[in-house]
């Protein structure tokens, strides 16, 4: 979201909601005890930043869209390190590269972020597929999953968007071209998210999180197999980075294109750019690798500071 489509008000709200799932999410992950962690969110925020600059034509729309990453994130590394991780990806493209609006961060963490890894993996996702073992069940999950968390993430830009008032959209037709898009795109990325999980699956199904209580992940060792999963991720997240440019779809994605069936524009407004953004808009050859680097550093140093408290609480006691 654009910061023209939310009001202060709304945005707020969105803030205090981000800040506190982000908070309670920091201390859900000092909890997990399985030492490829670190690697995989590092890695894996990589990998979803790039695949997240790659907009995928949807065919007979002119529309375009792009995975999300919340239901392959929480399949990996549980629902509250899938979330930290996307929200880092959420916050540097919106410091470095002004992609959606600063006061808008928070709708967009709490529209992409929350709903997908803590609401549609775990309630969805986690039901269906079970402990991974059935890759028919991975597909059917990731597919479903990833249509109710963009399906709910599309109800909640037009819930946002009419709360807000800044802006003349009929909340009613807005709200049924939003749906029926991200219908859609949800789709797509779900049969995406299958073909990433059932590679995993049958290569290395330990990796893939299947604690029953699905908050305290079990896994531990890096294995040799474990070594090459996280590999196979970070050259696909430098091919993607690299190549994003070739790649993506010029088509406006799902909110400019249900902006534009509208108002005849793809956009209402122009978000603030952000004055640590650098690159806006990814003008760069360079950005997706850039900004892939960034997203990995930020993870390991949110990792370091977030286990170095539990060592020094379980020091203490």
């Known amino acids: 979201m654009a910061d023209a489509l939310v009001s202060p008000a709304v945005a707020g709200v969105a803030g205090a909601v981000a800040v506190a799932l982000i908070a309670v999410s920091s201390g859900k992950i000092k909890k997990i005890e399985r030492e490829d962690i670190v690697p995989l969110m590092g890695v894996l925020g990589a990998f979803v930043f790039a695949a997240q600059m790659i907009n995928f034509s949807i065919p007979g729309t002119g529309?375009?869209?792009?995975?999300?990453?919340?239901?392959l994130l929480a399949a990996l590394i549980g629902p509250w390190a899938g979330f930290i991780t996307l929200c880092s990806v959420l916050i540097i493209?919106?410091?470095?590269?002004?992609?959606?609006?600063?006061?808008?961060?928070?709708?967009?963490?709490?529209?992409?972020?929350?709903?997908?890894?803590?609401?549609?993996?775990?309630?969805?996702?986690?039901?269906?597929?079970?402990?991974?073992?059935?890759?028919?069940?991975?597909?059917?999950?990731?597919?479903?999953?990833?249509?109710?968390?963009?399906?709910?993430?599309a109800v909640l830009v037009t819930?946002?968007?009419?709360?807000?008032?800044?802006?003349?959209?009929?909340?009613?037709?807005?709200?049924?071209l939003m749906t029926a898009i991200h219908l859609a795109i949800g789709?797509?990325?779900?049969?995406?998210?299958?073909?990433?999980?059932?590679f995993v699956a049958?290569?290395?199904?330990?990796?893939?999180?299947?604690?029953?209580?699905?908050?305290?992940?079990t896994v531990k060792g890096l294995s040799r197999k474990g070594k090459t999963v996280i590999t196979v991720f970070a050259v696909l997240?430098?091919?993607?980075?690299?190549?994003f440019t070739w790649?993506?779809?010029?088509?406006?994605?799902?909110l400019e294109w249900s902006i534009a069936k509208i108002t005849g524009d793809t956009e209402i407004g122009a978000a603030a750019i952000p004055s640590t953004a650098f690159m806006p808009d990814y003008d760069s050859t360079f950005a997706g690798v850039i900004g892939g680097v960034i997203v990995m550093v930020l993870l390991w140093c949110v990792c370091a500071i977030i286990f170095r408290r539990r060592k020094a609480s379980i020091k203490h006691q």
Do not use: W
Not at 112 to 121: G, I, P, T
Not at 159 to 174: D, M, N, R
Not at 247 to 254: H, K, L, N, R
């Open 63 to 71: 529309s375009s869209g792009h995975i999300i990453g919340g239901i």
């Open 93 to 153: 493209q919106c410091l470095i590269f002004a992609d959606g609006g600063l006061m808008a961060l928070g709708c967009n963490i709490v529209n992409m972020a929350a709903v997908s890894c803590l609401v549609a993996a775990p309630l969805v996702y986690k039901p269906i597929a079970g402990r991974g073992k059935s890759i028919l069940r991975i597909t059917v999950g990731s597919i479903i999953a990833s249509i109710v968390g963009l399906e709910l993430g």
């Open 159 to 176: 819930v946002e968007t009419e709360l807000s008032g800044v802006t003349a959209l009929p909340a009613k037709e807005f709200l049924g």
């Open 187 to 198: 789709a797509l990325e779900g049969v995406a998210t299958a073909i990433v999980l059932s």
């Open 202 to 217: 049958s290569y290395k199904p330990d990796m893939l999180y299947s604690h029953k209580r699905y908050d305290v992940a």
């Open 237 to 243: 997240a430098l091919i993607m980075a690299a190549g």
């Open 247 to 254: 790649f993506a779809s010029g088509d406006p994605d799902g």
